[in-house]
T-cell receptor, first 112, second 117 residues
């Protein structure tokens, strides 16, 4: 069953703007991961944040994690047309080793 | 590093035939491999988890006799869709984890698009 729920489900922004995507989950987790998927392609791992971390950066990506609210956000700064893709959060529940549970995904469109 | 390949990348078959999809970890030993299915504009749904040398663990609602999984070596897992029907048409993605530094991360293959006519 799916645990992560992203919002919004679809987001359209202008190139250069920031994109913020949110994810909520239900059970306690070991870590939370964000992935990108271009249309019809496989998944690209973006970033992993552990349950004892609150914020993590990677290039133009910033991820936050609030375990008290069971939520995470992914911020893409200075978006580019190439960032157009679907973004998924996925959680590894506590004690589940590496088994991932994916959210429904967010479709991001960046207009040039 | 941590490259996972899938073959074929796409396949079209007739209803009633069986299709085998291969998932390989190219540069690490994958003690665990996962198989997912993704319908258009939907999320990935875990179908089964396989550990090398043992039987796969299927998620609830996934028919083990229809989706045969074999994980015979540390670098190869196969998914066979038996007696495929049009409703089995989907995007199948595998992932692999394992190795000393990668035990808790999954590395995804590029996916296989199956179309059953």
């Amino acid at each position: 069953s799916q645990q992560g729920e992203e919002d919004p489900q679809a987001l359209s922004i202008q190139e250069g703007e920031n994109a913020t995507m949110n994810c909520s989950y239900k059970t306690s987790i070991n870590n939370l991961q964000w992935y990108r998927q271009n249309s019809g392609r496989g998944l690209v791992h973006l970033i992993l944040i552990r349950s004892n971390e609150r914020e993590k950066h990677s290039g133009r990506l910033r991820v936050t994690l609030d375990t008290s609210k069971k939520s995470s956000s992914l911020l893409i700064t200075a978006s580019r047309a190439a960032d157009t893709a679907s973004y998924f959060c996925a959680t590894v529940p506590t004690g589940a080793n590496s088994k991932l549970t994916f959210g429904k995904g967010i479709t991001l469109s960046v207009r040039p | 590093g941590a490259v996972v390949s899938q073959h074929p990348s796409w396949v079209i078959c007739k209803s009633g035939t069986s299709v085998k999809i291969e998932c390989r970890s190219l540069d690490f030993q994958a003690t665990t491999m996962f198989w997912y299915r993704q319908f258009p504009k939907q999320s990935l749904m875990l179908m089964a988890t396989s550990n090398e040398g043992s039987k796969a663990t299927y998620e609830q609602g996934v028919e083990k006799d229809k989706f045969l999984i074999n994980h015979a070596s540390l670098t190869l897992s196969t998914l066979t869709v038996t007696s495929a029907h049009p409703e089995d048409s989907s995007f199948y993605i595998c992932s692999a984890s394992g190795g000393r530094r990668r035990w808790n991360e999954q590395f995804f293959g590029p996916g296989t698009r199956l179309t059953v006519l």
